[in-house]
């Protein structure tokens, strides 16, 4: 047996194991600290920080899939509607931290602050977008009845979604990973 394939071997198995902690240790953070509030459906999210952080350090793969896997979890336990969570919030989230994992590996601040932002303004274009043709056809989250969303209330879903999570991208995320990289051999 080559060396090599056994050493990728382990690397794919880390990555997995390294994308279902993160995964669960995201929804686990996104549940706990929601605190029941948002705005058309899409929930006050500080745990973006866990996705963003595990990105930088593993990678856009490793930091997307673990996005996309916890917020359906969290989709899952708070609205239960996995088809919306499939549609808006997985792609979105993948998308997002998958970029900033992409560009941020060699972590740069002023870098990781332009990348971050495009991807979070990504991100929350796609859920405005997604909410809004959602919520032509379906109730949203925590409604019961359909409630079309117009321009407007889409538009402001986009900036809801990037002014509640930006501050934890960009005040919490870079220590954090200077942290770990400090005391931790990330390769």
């Not at 996005?67 to 919030?89: C, E, K, P, Q, R």
Request: charged share 10%; net charge positive.
């Amino acid at each position: 047996m080559n060396p090599l394939d056994s050493s990728q071997k382990a690397r794919r198995y880390q990555n997995l194991a390294i994308t279902a902690i993160s995964g669960a240790l995201y929804a686990a953070v996104g549940i706990t600290t929601y605190f029941g509030l948002n705005f058309y459906g899409v929930k006050f999210w500080p745990a973006v920080i866990v996705p963003a952080t595990i990105a930088i350090l593993f990678g856009g793969r490793v930091g997307g899939a673990s996005a996309a896997l916890g917020i359906f979890i969290a989709d899952i336990v708070s609205h239960g509607i996995a088809l919306l969570s499939l549609t808006v919030g997985v792609p979105s989230n993948y998308i997002a931290f998958y970029l900033i994992g992409r560009f941020c590996r060699q972590f740069n601040i002023k870098r990781y602050l332009l990348v971050s932002t495009i991807a979070l303004a990504i991100g929350s274009t796609i859920i405005g977008v997604g909410m809004y043709l959602w919520s032509q056809y379906f109730p949203l989250p925590f409604q019961s009845e359909l409630t079309p969303l117009t321009f407007i209330p889409a538009l402001s879903l986009i900036i809801w979604t990037f002014i509640s999570e930006a501050p934890f991208l960009y005040i919490i995320v870079p220590p954090l990973v200077k942290a770990i990289r400090t005391r931790v051999q990330v390769k």
